[in-house]
């Protein structure tokens, strides 16, 4: 599975024909419009929730804390994150910890909480779909061809076809991720505290 099949299985949703390239030599309307959706679409499935295809963890960099005296700490964030989940930790405050995802004063992305030496879970920038879960791929190919179907101005009820068909892929593959122990949620063992 690569780029190029994602866009075919996308565009033989909305019953268009395949294309062979993504390299647009051709000055192809099609193969355009699947370039320039391409990206966004992919970055935004993967931010739509915890893949445990595209977690990472990684222990934060300092830098200088200009939050005004907001927060007590600021740090790097990796440049392949799409999104911070949490913080790795072990106890209930950590992990649950409150933080912010801000353009610091360089423009890069900085990261602001009360964690002193911060460690995160985060959804990486993880673009290369052969390596997705494939209910992933599926749902995402779901929301490429909802593009192409506003985008190639069919009736009401293609668009409205891809969006059931998205929302139907995505709740699947979010439900196969959470069984499989994808979503890392804080649990309170209320048996224990019982004792």
């Keep these: 599975m690569n780029d190029l099949d994602l866009v075919n299985a996308a565009l ?7 294309i062979e390239t993504l390299d647009n030599t051709v000055n192809s309307a099609l193969i355009s419009t699947a370039n320039e959706f391409l990206p966004r679409v992919k970055a935004a499935c993967l931010r739509a929730h915890d893949w445990n295809c595209a977690r990472r963890r990684r222990a934060l ?3 200088t804390n200009d939050s005004l005296e907001e927060w007590a700490y600021a740090y790097r964030v990796p440049v392949d994150c799409l999104a911070v989940r949490r913080f790795v930790g072990s106890d209930d405050f950590t992990r649950g910890a409150s ?10 992305s900085i990261l602001y909480c009360n964690v002193v030496d911060a460690k995160i879970v985060y959804t990486a920038e993880f673009t290369n779909v052969g390596g997705w879960d494939s209910l992933l791929y599926d ?21 409205e076809a891809m969006w059931k068909l998205w929302i139907q892929k995505t709740d699947e593959a979010v439900g196969v991720n ?16 019982v004792r």
């Design 12 to 18: 033989r949703l909305v019953g268009e024909n395949r």
């Design 61 to 63: 960099v300092a830098v």
């Design 178 to 193: 959470s069984s499989e122990g994808g979503d890392e949620r804080l649990y309170s063992n209320a048996l224990a505290e």
């Design 99 to 108: 933080f912010a995802v801000e353009l610091g004063n360089d423009d890069e």
């Design 139 to 159: 749902a995402c190919s779901a929301r490429l061809a909802l593009e192409f179907a506003a985008t190639f101005a069919r009736e009401i009820r293609w668009i």
